[in-house]
T-cell receptor, first 115, second 114 residues
Framework: KQEVTQIPAALSVPEGENLVLNCSFTDSAIYNLQWFRQDPGKGLTSLLLIQSSQREQTSGRLNASLDKSSGRSTLYIAASQPGDSATYLCAVVVYSGGGADGLTFGKGTHLIIQP | ETGVTQSPTHLIKTRGQQVTLRCSSQSGHNTVSWYQQALGQGPQFIFQYYREEENGRGNFPPRFSGLQFPNYSSELNVNALELDDSALYLC?????????????FGPGTRLTVT
């Protein structure tokens, strides 16, 4: 059974700092890995998707890396801003013979950027 | 904006009742999934529909059921509601073709069971 762990559970940093969020998964036979952002009480916004054959993806100040063999992914946020405050969720999907399974999520990292 | 919409936004039900939640997929997407997110937890996969048939299911009992319609809209039905069913219910859609499997989520329906 795939399990996803995110560390740290919560993080509070001053504005302007660069930071790294960590995600690990137990089954390396993933199809892809997706990072999401969730604001309180809201739905999920997709940030980055990394295919299993890729090593990293970048979007603006965000960079996500994937190391399938070690079961790890990191989300790097450069020059953090108060608007980055949210919960960040990591999720993986495993492809089964009948089609892609649903996403397996971690519990998220609750990020607060202090002005 | 993702294009996935859900209704209603909030809902309050009594234990033992039945509830139906609705989702309209992003245009062109033929696969829809439903997730349950309890407070402080990551979303849990309930099931997935492709071309109006369920083709994947998480660890949820049969009282959680669904439908997908020809226009790719979807419903989640929960019978015999329990207090632990209180959660944010999220719908996600994607296109089953190519190799992306990128999923797009709606804003969710907050269900409270009293």
């Amino acid at each position: 059974k795939q399990e996803v762990t995110q560390i740290p559970a919560a993080l509070s940093v001053p504005e302007g700092e660069n930071l790294v969020l960590n995600c690990s998964f137990t089954d390396s036979a993933i199809y892809n890995l997706q990072w999401f952002r969730q604001d309180p009480g809201k739905g999920l916004t997709s940030l980055l998707l990394i295919q299993s054959s890729q090593r990293e993806q970048t979007s603006g100040r965000l960079n996500a890396s994937l190391d399938k063999s070690s079961g790890r992914s990191t989300l790097y946020i450069a020059a953090s801003q108060p608007g980055d405050s949210a919960t960040y969720l990591c999720a993986v999907v495993v492809y089964s013979g009948g089609g892609a399974d649903g996403l397996t999520f971690g519990k998220g990292t609750h990020l607060i950027i202090q002005p | 904006e993702t294009g996935v919409t859900q209704s209603p936004t909030h809902l309050i039900k009594t234990r033992g009742q039945q509830v139906t939640l609705r989702c309209s997929s992003q245009s062109g997407h033929n696969t829809v999934s439903w997730y349950q997110q309890a407070l402080g937890q990551g979303p849990q996969f309930i099931f997935q529909y492709y071309r109006e048939e369920e083709n994947g299911r998480g660890n949820f009992p049969p009282r959680f059921s669904g439908l997908q319609f020809p226009n790719y809209s979807s419903e989640l039905n929960v019978n015999a509601l329990e207090l632990d069913d209180s959660a944010l219910y999220l719908c996600a859609s994607r296109l089953t073709s190519g190799s992306s499997y990128e999923q797009y989520f709606g804003p969710g329906t907050r269900l409270t069971v009293t």
